[in-house]
């Protein structure tokens, strides 16, 4: 029954186009031809065009075309063959059958402006990782993308369009290696309605899922494993999105699983960097981020929401003046504001806890008025975020106040003198915005039968996921039915 609804969502995102096209098509029309031309003052002869052997299909463009010469039409010129693409013209679709794989020789690319719709196939590149191959380059005013149950091998997706949309759904990119984009699926282009759903990115060299500067994307990224075995020593997060328009985000019950070396390597990162109006929100809820330079960070003006994560060990960068936030609020535009709501995450073993920076509205915890619009238990859990040897739960750098009422945090009892020990703000600089932190949480209005427990006690521990975890650390975990906080 999956399969079969899902072949259905892929013949409905087909466009009443001049044609649909398959691989055997493209090998059939294209074929192969042998390409001469001058390079150095030597004579080269080189087969392109389209291979096939069985189910695989391979694309080989050309590395020099005779001189005048931009491209070669086939079928009517709604196929060209340049020495940059083979190009699927606007108003004409594909679809790659299930158990077929196409791959990409040399620097080769796949580009088209109508749907394309793959279920259970394979793309990749010829010559494996020390290959150069680009992939997919998708764009168009209305094209639209389907990939369920499709692995990507050392290639991904560029996508771009304005009206259209992407799904991917049940997919696996690995090793992404950045020849066409900077990430395993990268919007070029601002568009909405995009789903990115159990789909696992495994070793990509940069980012998983990213868009733009200019590209503010509407998106789903759900119940997605990203991982990565290797340190990278450039700026990208696996999951790194801009922000623009009314366009909302949803991150959520994803695993973002850094190498644990000295990187810059980040957990989550959203931003609007342009400086444009941002009318849209950000939810990042439900997710498991360790191992990174960071964990989450909006940059810029916007809103989001920061719920019931678990941000672990995200300090593996070089210095802690560079990162390390388990989560961290950034806006440096007087005419911005961002606006966080961060509420029940775990924060625990960070080079800092939260940090928040510049032009900056931060509610992770009002808990004087529960009938207020703005009111927020809090539930945020600290534990043992610091560096240089000194605990860091919280750093307001930034003139304006902050709330966080109603957290537990790093110290043993949780009283005002014990906790401004681990909150830097206004009564340490005078020139900072004040943390009101106080009444911290309360295990006898908080949460419901929430008790100290001994790491060691008798039972099954689950993490806030539902995950079971052997030997508990320091947290709030699910135990025998309850939640309990073990210290």
């Not at 010559?127 to 998708?138: P, V």
């Not at 759903?197 to 868009?211: I, P």
């Not at 060990?313 to 961060?342: E, F, P």
């Not at 534990?383 to 110290?411: E, K, R």
């Amino acid at each position: 029954m999956k399969k079969f609804f899902t072949l259905l969502m892929l013949a409905g995102a087909l466009t009443a186009s001049a044609k649909v096209y398959t691989l055997a098509d493209l090998a059939q029309i294209v074929g192969t031809l042998e390409n001469t031309y001058e390079k150095n003052g030597e004579t080269i002869t080189e087969t392109v065009g389209v291979t096939v052997d069985g189910s695989v299909y391979t694309i080989t463009i050309p590395t020099g075309l005779a001189e005048g010469v931009t491209g070669i039409g086939y079928d009517d010129n709604n196929i060209v063959l340049s020495k940059s693409y083979l190009t699927i013209v606007e108003g004409n679709d594909l679809v790659v059958a299930e158990g077929e794989t196409l791959l990409f020789a040399g620097a080769a690319q796949l580009e088209m402006s109508g749907t394309l719709a793959a279920y259970d196939a394979t793309f990749g590149a010829a010559e494996g990782a020390e290959g150069t191959a680009k992939g997919l380059r998708i764009y168009g005013d209305n094209t639209m993308a389907s990939f369920s149950n499709c692995t990507f091998n050392y290639v991904g997706v560029n996508f771009g369009s304005t009206n259209g949309s992407l799904l991917a759904v049940d997919c696996t990119f690995n090793q992404h290696n950045t020849k066409g984009g900077n990430s395993a699926i990268n919007f070029t282009s601002s568009c909405s309605g995009n789903i990115v759903k159990r789909c696992e990115f495994s070793n990509c060299q940069l980012s998983g899922v990213a868009s733009g500067a200019n590209a503010g994307v509407g998106i789903s990224i759900e119940d997605c494993d990203f991982h990565r075995d290797f340190a990278v020593a450039r700026l990208y997060p696996h999951i790194n999105l801009s922000l623009s328009g009314d366009r909302n985000v949803n991150i959520e019950n994803n695993n973002v699983i850094g190498s644990r070396q000295v990187c810059r390597t980040g957990g989550i990162a959203v931003s609007n960097l342009l400086g444009g109006t941002y009318t849209g929100t950000v939810y990042v809820r439900g997710n498991y981020v360790e191992g990174n330079s960071y964990g989450i960070t909006l940059t810029g003006g916007g809103n989001i929401v920061i719920e019931n994560n678990q941000l672990l060990d995200n300090g593996y960068i070089a210095s802690a003046m560079q990162g390390g936030s388990g989560i961290n609020i950034t806006c440096n535009s007087a005419s911005s504001l961002a606006k966080a709501y961060i509420r029940g995450n775990l924060i625990e073993d960070n080079l800092w806890g939260v940090t928040v920076i510049g032009n900056v509205d931060i509610n992770a915890g009002k808990t004087d008025d529960p009938d207020a619009e703005d009111y927020n238990p809090g539930e945020n859990v600290f534990v043992n975020n610091g560096n240089g040897g000194v605990f860091y739960d919280w750093y307001n750098n930034t003139a304006n106040n902050s709330y966080a009422q109603g957290n537990t945090w790093n110290v043993a009892a949780q009283t005002q003198e014990n906790i401004e020990e681990v909150v830097f703000h206004k009564n340490d600089d005078a020139t900072l915005g004040e943390v009101f932190f106080m009444p911290p949480y309360d295990v006898n209005t908080g949460i419901d039968d929430v008790k100290m427990a001994d790491a060691q006690a008798e039972g099954v521990y689950y993490n806030l996921l539902g995950q079971p975890v052997a030997n508990p650390t320091a947290g709030i975990y699910i135990h025998n039915g309850k939640k309990v906080l073990v210290k």
